[in-house]
């Protein structure tokens, strides 16, 4: 089975100031798609970006990019400008050719007036 | 419009008792999920059903039980109750054969707490 490893339990940042949450995966599939997720404590889960893994060009929504490592199997998230809102648990996905979902543990971000 | 709702959001039981967990999609996926997030987080994918397969945890234990009415329906059952299944519950949807947009819809989440 796939597995995804989110290795920073904890992070914080600075408002304003940039942060990068890690994730790193294990995976013998060529095709499939990796996500982020944030979950505020709302506890709602909200898509942030998608990335397919046949597409080299990194993913980018708004202040959100993300740097993938197709070789490396590693996809970070990098939040530019931080904002208050920011603050949640962010889950990085994996999603196997055969449609099942692999999460990572996740990283609790704390943005720092 | 809500895409995928649970109902309902709180639960509060008393253990030994038989409960269950309602979700309802309006995004026409073919494939449903049942996540279980405890304490710290964690994720725990329980199962995922289309219409052809129902693909469960071997770790759930058999008192967890999906029932689909339909394609638009997953719901939870939950028998004889144990303080170890306080968690938060989620629901969660997907198209299975869409290149694009294939991520998970996820509903808000049912609280269950067992005393």
């Known amino acids: 089975a796939q597995t995804v490893t989110q290795s920073q339990p904890e992070m914080s940042v600075q408002e304003a100031e940039t942060v990068t949450l890690s994730c790193t995966y294990d995976?013998?599939?060529?095709?499939?798609?990796l996500f982020w997720y944030k979950q505020p404590p709302s506890r709602q889960m909200i898509l942030v970006i998608r990335?397919?893994?046949?597409?080299?060009q990194n993913a980018t929504e708004n202040r959100f990019s993300v740097n993938f490592q197709k070789a490396a199997k590693s996809f970070s998230l990098k939040i530019s400008d931080s904002q208050l809102g920011d603050a949640a648990m962010y889950f990085c996905?994996?999603?196997?050719?055969?449609?099942?979902?692999?999460f990572g543990t996740g990283t609790s971000l704390t943005v720092i007036p | 419009d809500t895409a995928v709702s649970q109902t309902p959001k709180y639960l509060v039981t008393q253990m030994g008792n038989d409960k269950s967990i309602k979700c309802e999609q309006n995004?026409?996926?073919?494939?449903m999920y049942w996540y279980k997030q405890d304490s710290k987080k964690f994720l725990k994918i329980m199962f995922s059903?289309?219409?052809?397969?129902?693909?469960i945890n071997e770790t759930v234990p058999n008192r967890f039980s999906p029932k689909s009415p339909d394609k638009a329906h997953l719901n939870l059952h939950i028998n004889s109750l144990e303080l170890g299944d306080s968690a938060v519950y989620f629901c969660?949807?997907?198209?299975?054969?869409?290149?694009?947009?294939?991520?998970?819809?996820f509903g808000p989440g049912t609280r269950l707490t067992v005393l």
């Open positions: 969660a949807s997907s198209q299975s054969d869409r290149p694009s947009y294939n991520e998970q819809f």
């Open positions: 995976t013998s599939e060529s095709d499939y798609y």
């Open positions: 990335q397919e893994a046949y597409k080299q």
């Open positions: 996905a994996y999603r196997s050719f055969g449609n099942q979902f692999y």
């Open positions: 995004l026409g996926h073919d494939t």
């Open positions: 059903y289309n219409n052809k397969e129902l693909i």
